[in-house]
């Protein structure tokens, strides 16, 4: 089959949006039926020659209707009236456009994964302007639906009132790299996934959990050839991606990804940005908040919800009732209801669930703000009768030192993991493997907390390292310790030599053997910790597929063909020694 199990889920959570099962529209759209609908399809004139096919509900009437858009490369439905949502949103009163992105569905033209859609929906907007039955327009989207409403954002007509966007970052290079390591298990899922071109895609075995049949094309070296090597052809889009690490590089900060760049600095309308604290898209879903205009932000809203890119929630090991009382389906067309049909003029808002206080609470910010730090210290004293189980203090401790040996063709695998897609049954928060489980990842526990820790913001775990290569990478998993024992992931992170202390900037040297202070920062999480449990934090260099394998060598990872063995040092307690900072509110 052309697109796997993974893709379709994607596309149904894309389409749909939900943060929990919806099957009767009807019920979760807060409106009143006015009327019956009609259906009809247009071949609308994209940027260029090549004619989109856009799929047009309306109520019944001459119009004016208003209408929200989206446009889509995830089309399985067929041509014709399918669209159930389409139907229900008609019904009452507000039109539903759906466009086949260029070469997808319908429409002409051979897809080239994001490069045409400004131009396209450009060109979409302004055939909306002219059409006598179209009233005030609302743009929505999720995951890549979504970029294709960013990507408009700064250039919309007047008729463009709204925006609704979920689960799709502003800033491309971020949501591909960490430190100059790449996000194989959604990037370079998702390219094989949705390349155009006639690709021979991996094979599942029967038996082999989704996602890990693209395991080869991961781990292949280098892997600047492993489109050709494993896929059967040539993906210059992908090779593009994966080659260009500095965040100032040219090719970041041209065409299509400097239009998404500036998109949210230059956002005309009020925008509705939804974000999950398990989304590989999180960091830069809330960066399209964070970077709105004054005047937007003043009317739009933030919501961060406890789920993952499809909306599935996690955790689920603790109490999670309410993470489902937001709807995203209902709260949308109540978003675009009041401002399109009620001409209501929206306010700010940030609504941020709290995971295990299971809460919802309103924020009068964001980034939080926290109203104090707590600081762990990474002590060399042994936790129990594995030699690389160590104790996590509340206290400064004595200086020491551990080490342990990174071998690239031995990585640590992901259990658990914001960032992580394609290989479902890892992502999210997940049961721990037993401290001590490999001689390549230090695990510091700490004893259980006497308070409950709401952790709100960037969890930051800062070292001083060594090593005997030119380059390598440091990583953590924090995790939360229940009193039985279980352990479950709450972030992860990861840094490399090369980048260090500098996610932003270009790539740096290191001298080998050369002690070196190194920040590594999570993606931002509120979580309350509860009293009884324990924290565990895990140092490794490898967190594979959630980030690519480092192979232990300067320069650009995708580009080398072999790999080196590192010896890895922590240098423990003193002024320099290592701790985790946990920013808290009350």
């Known amino acids: 089959m052309k697109q796997f199990l993974s893709l379709i889920l994607l596309a149904l959570t894309s389409l749909a949006g939900w943060a929990q099962p919806v099957r009767d529209y009807s019920s979760v759209l807060n409106a009143p039926v006015v009327g019956g609908y009609t259906y009809h399809e ?28 989206t446009r889509t490369p995830y089309v399985f439905g067929g041509r014709g009236d399918n669209n159930a949502l389409g139907r229900e949103y008609a019904r009452r009163g507000i039109g539903y456009i759906q466009q086949d992105c260029r070469g997808k569905g319908g429409s002409e033209g ?12 450009i060109a979409l907007y302004r055939w909306l302007e002219g059409q006598e039955w179209c009233g005030e327009i609302g743009i929505f989207g999720s995951s890549y639906t979504a970029l294709t409403g960013w990507l408009v954002a700064d250039v919309v007509p007047e008729k463009v009132k709204a925006m609704y966007l979920s689960h799709y970052g502003v800033d491309r290079h971020i949501s591909c790299f960490r430190a100059g390591l790449f996000r194989e298990d959604i990037m ?11 690709i021979t895609r991996p094979a599942r075995k029967e038996g082999q959990p989704i996602g890990e049949n693209y395991y080869d094309f991961y781990l292949y ?8 090597a494993i896929l059967g052809q040539k993906l210059q889009y992908y090779r593009d991606w994966i080659t260009h690490t500095d965040y100032l590089d ?53 919501i961060l919800g406890a789920w993952n890119h499809s909306f599935q929630t996690t955790p689920t ?29 929206p306010r700010q808002e940030i609504k941020v669930y709290a995971i295990e206080r299971d809460a919802w609470i309103s924020l009068d910010e964001w980034p939080v703000k926290p109203s104090k730090e707590k600081t762990f210290y990474l002590s060399s004293k042994q936790n129990g009768d594995s030699g690389n189980v160590l104790t996590l203090s509340d206290r400064k401790v004595r200086r020491g030192n551990v080490g342990y040996v990174y071998d690239p063709d031995d990585p640590v695998y992901a259990v658990g993991g914001e960032t992580l897609f394609t290989s479902q049954q890892r992502r999210g928060s997940q049961l721990q493997p037993e ?8 695990s510091f526990i700490s004893k259980p907390l006497s308070e409950d820790l709401t952790i709100a913001g960037d969890v930051k775990v800062v070292l001083t390292v060594s090593t005997d290569v030119d380059d390598t990478a440091f990583a953590f998993t924090l995790s939360e310790v229940m009193p039985d024992g279980k352990t479950y992931n709450m972030r992860t992170s990861i840094t490399t ?21 190194i920040e590594i920062v999570a993606l931002p999480i509120v979580w309350t910790v509860r009293a009884g449990n324990a924290l565990r934090l895990d140092i490794k260099s490898s967190n594979f597929p959630e980030y690519a394998v480092h192979p232990n060598q300067a320069g650009v990872w995708a580009e080398h063909a072999d790999v080196k063995v590192a010896h890895q040092t922590l240098w423990l307690g003193g002024k320099d020694g290592a701790v985790l900072h946990l920013p808290l509110v009350d």
């Open 250 to 302: 040219p090719y970041w900060n041209t065409g299509v990804w400097a239009d998404l760049k500036q998109a949210s600095r230059n956002c005309r309308v009020p925008v509705t940005i939804v974000a999950g604290q398990f989304d590989h898209h999180e960091e830069g879903t809330l960066l399209g908040f964070e970077r709105l205009p004054d005047d937007v932000r003043r009317h739009s809203r933030l």
């Open 221 to 228: 070296r280098p892997q600047v050839e492993a489109d050709e």
């Open 497 to 517: 030599l090369g980048y260090r202390n500098d996610l932003l900037g270009n790539r740096q040297t290191y001298r080998r053997g050369e002690k070196v202070r």
């Open 42 to 69: 247009e071949m609308v004139q994209s940027g260029d020659s090549v004619h989109l096919l856009t799929r047009i509900y309306l109520p019944e009437g001459p119009g004016p209707h208003p209408v929200v858009v």
């Open 317 to 345: 090991h603790v109490p999670h009732e309410h993470a489902r009382d937001f709807n995203t389906q209902a709260d949308q067309f109540q978003w675009f209801y009041d401002i399109l049909v009620r001409h209501q003029t």
């Open 188 to 198: 370079s899922g998702w390219a094989i996934d949705n390349a155009e071109e006639a």
């Open 110 to 121: 051979f897809y080239r994964p994001n490069v045409d859609e400004r131009a396209d929906g």
């Open 435 to 442: 401290p001590g489980y490999r001689d390549d990842v230090i």
